[in-house]
Structure formats: structure tokens, C-alpha cells
């Protein structure tokens, strides 16, 4: 892992096509992030991945009345 310090405006860039720039910081501590890239290229927070991830893993695997479960009771 790599580990950068910026300040508010400042950006970061992975290859040539990801712009990651800080926004705003709030005083708690909290940091919004900008992301530029690809609309080819999936972006989602570290939970929403896991969630799809599992999801992905269950239905692969047969367990399609599961997924359906959960998809409902989201709603």
C-alpha cells in the first residue's frame, strides 16, 4: 500500500486515466474525494464491492432463491 498526503485541490493520478482530488475536508476528520475515470471503470465504496462480491459468489453458485431474498427485502 502506498500512502500519499494532500491538501484540499490537490489530486492524485493511477496510469493515465484515474484523477482522484481531494474536494473537501470537514474538521471530524473526513475527507470527499473526487474520482475521474474511464465510465468502463466500476467505482464503489469498500461495502457496496464486498456486497456485489458476495452476491456475484451466491448466484454462481446456484443459490439464486437467496439473492432473491435479499434483493426483496431491500425494497
Excluded: F
Excluded at 502506498?2 to 473537501?24: F, K, M, P, S, Y
Excluded at 446456484?62 to 432473491?68: A, E, K, R, S, T
Aim: hydrophobic share 40%.
Amino acid at each position: 500500500m502506498i500512502v500519499l498526503r494532500r491538501t484540499l485541490g490537490q489530486a492524485i493520478h493511477i496510469g493515465d486515466d484515474i484523477r482522484i482530488v481531494v474536494t473537501e475536508t470537514e474538521v471530524n476528520g473526513r475527507v470527499h474525494l473526487g474520482i475521474e475515470a474511464p465510465s468502463a471503470i466500476s467505482i464503489h465504496r469498500l461495502e457496496v464491492y464486498e456486497r456485489i462480491q458476495a452476491e456475484n459468489c451466491s448466484a454462481a453458485n446456484g443459490n439464486v432463491m437467496d439473492w432473491l431474498k435479499g434483493v426483496s427485502n431491500e425494497e
